[in-house]
């Protein structure tokens, strides 16, 4: 592809373009070069009667003649030809680019040194439109859109906004305080207004949302719960606030497909914690965010998966409110849901589970604390979080509490991402099938008959590895495994 055009607006203010060419045209250029206060000086042997009317009442200057290249030895800053002769066309434009003059030729991109954009105009705003001049109607076509997306009331509050600008910084020096005013002033009621001819109401709304920005700079916290990797699972709600995030503070296992679809100029800030999860680490994210959020700032908390589900999301709300930190949440695709479905186990199914139990394997005092009786129940499926450091304690611990050691299990590693991996076996081989293919964290832990219908169901990535090998004949047998088989 060619270098693209670079955009341009021209402040054209008094300054003499030279127009070649005495038609309808013509008059339209010029028409719109008096529109932006330009000079236009006209070069023809005969003016239309619009193009004479203006000459007349002293508004555009007739240079009267043939093109002459001492046209453009004046003041000129830009020209226009303008003629329906492509070869007087062309000696303009080589005329101009002799003298290092921007030349425009009516409807031919290719001799242009500049190009007029299509163009939206609402007062003050200008949306210029251009395709390079290779496909001026998908232009006109995209200006077509634009129209009906921004009515004139836009036009009076770009109008508005600039009479105030002044006023504005001076009132809200900190550029994400003003940013987050104009964010609010686009969604609130000064457009409604405006379009509402009431030109006054409108003004003094915005002096008052700009006295209570500027009294109260609210900083606020959203904790937004990412999904598990794969960016596709954001909702539609985590995309806005991190669209609207001035400060992101992000854990580890938020991926950086996710990363990238927040606002580009945000403080992109890490506070991952390893496994060990440290509390020093947590005291330092709750310090990051009162920091952020008393600066005025819209912090997003950004967490893998759910931030109420082993995130820690609780602890953290209780600090801001503590704090007096307002706060919002936005819950995400936590691991279980992601994993299960993208390694095709579904968690509940009726013919092998009417319960879901979400367990951490990551206690805050050991493994021991667990309700080991009630996890070996059957007709239920078991997620393990952080599970992959403690797969030997889980399974003495299960087994011990009766559940039967042919129980299917499935590790899914990366879940929802390009790399994710799934390992299936049995109760009774457990860490002997994490260490076999080295799964490693993050992974998640399903336990129960249906961790057995990945081999089945599954979709995404590669196909489930088995470990040992003899389990995958075991599990051809019985695609769908009952409790009694197993036993
Ligand atoms: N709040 C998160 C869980 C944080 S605890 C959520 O709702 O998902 C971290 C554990 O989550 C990891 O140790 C792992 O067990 C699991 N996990 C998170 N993302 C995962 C992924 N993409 N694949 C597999 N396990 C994942």
Redesign the pocket.
């Known amino acids: 592809m060619d270098a693209p055009l670079f955009p341009l607006f021209a402040d054209l203010k008094g300054r003499a373009v030279l127009v070649v060419g005495g038609g309808s045209v013509a008059e339209r250029k010029t028409e719109a070069l008096l529109h932006a206060g330009a000079l236009p000086r006209v070069g023809a042997p005969q003016l239309s009667p619009g193009l004479q009317g203006l000459a007349d009442a002293g508004k555009v200057q007739w240079l009267q003649g043939s093109f002459d290249t001492r046209w453009l030895d004046a003041d000129i800053w830009l020209v226009i030809a303008a003629t329906d002769d492509a070869a007087i066309n062309r000696d303009v434009a080589a005329a101009a680019d002799a003298r290092r003059l921007f030349a425009n030729v009516v409807d031919d991109a290719q001799l242009s040194a500049f190009h007029v954009p299509a163009i939206v105009e609402r007062g003050p705003l200008q949306i210029a439109i251009s395709s390079g001049g290779g496909a001026p109607m998908v232009a006109r076509h995209v200006r077509r859109r634009i129209e009906s997306l921004f009515d004139q009331a836009w036009g009076q509050l770009a109008e508005l906004v600039s009479r105030k600008r002044g006023l504005i910084r001076e009132q809200l020096p900190d550029l994400a305080a003003r940013r987050r005013f104009f964010d609010r002033l686009v969604e609130g009621p000064v457009l409604d207004l405006l379009r509402r001819h009431q030109s006054v109401d409108a003004q003094c709304q915005l002096l008052q949302d700009l006295g209570s920005e500027a009294a109260t700079p609210s900083g606020s916290v959203v904790l937004v719960?990412a999904g598990?990797?794969d960016p596709g699972l954001l909702t539609l709600n985590a995309l806005r606030a991190l669209n609207q995030a001035d400060v992101i503070l992000h854990d580890r296992?938020v991926s950086a497909e996710v990363l990238q679809l927040a606002r580009r100029d945000a403080d992109y800030i890490e506070v991952g914690k390893s496994a060990q999860g440290h509390s020093t680490a947590q005291e330092h994210i709750h310090a990051l965010m009162l920091e952020h959020a008393r600066a005025g700032k819209r912090v997003v908390r950004l967490?893998?998966?759910?931030?109420f589900?082993?995130?820690r999301g609780g602890e953290e709300l209780q600090f801001l409110r503590g704090h007096g930190v307002p706060y919002e949440v936005v819950p995400?695709i936590?691991?279980a849901l992601?994993?299960a479905a993208y390694a095709g186990i579904p968690l509940t199914h009726r013919d092998h589970a009417q319960q879901l139990r979400l367990v951490t394997a990551h206690c805050k005092d050991s493994l021991d604390t667990l309700d080991w009786t009630t996890l070996a129940q059957p007709r239920q499926t078991l997620v393990f979080?952080?599970?992959v450091a403690a797969l030997a304690q889980i399974r003495t611990h299960l087994l011990d509490a009766g559940l039967p050691a042919a129980t299917p299990i499935a590790l899914?590693?990366?879940?929802?991402?390009s790399n994710q991996r799934v390992v299936s076996s049995q109760l009774r081989n457990l860490p002997e099938a994490a260490r076999q293919h080295q799964v490693q964290?993050?992974?998640?832990l399903i336990v129960g008959e249906v961790a057995a219908l990945t081999n089945e169901l599954h979709w995404f990535g590669d196909a489930p590895l088995l470990a040992p090998a003899t389990v995958s004949s075991l599990s051809a047998k019985t695609s769908s495994p009952t409790l009694a088989d197993a036993a």
């Open positions: 719960g598990s990797g296992l967490k893998g998966g759910d931030a589900v082993f995130g995400g936590t691991a992601a994993c979080y952080m599970g899914v590693e990366n879940g929802s991402r964290s993050p992974a998640l």
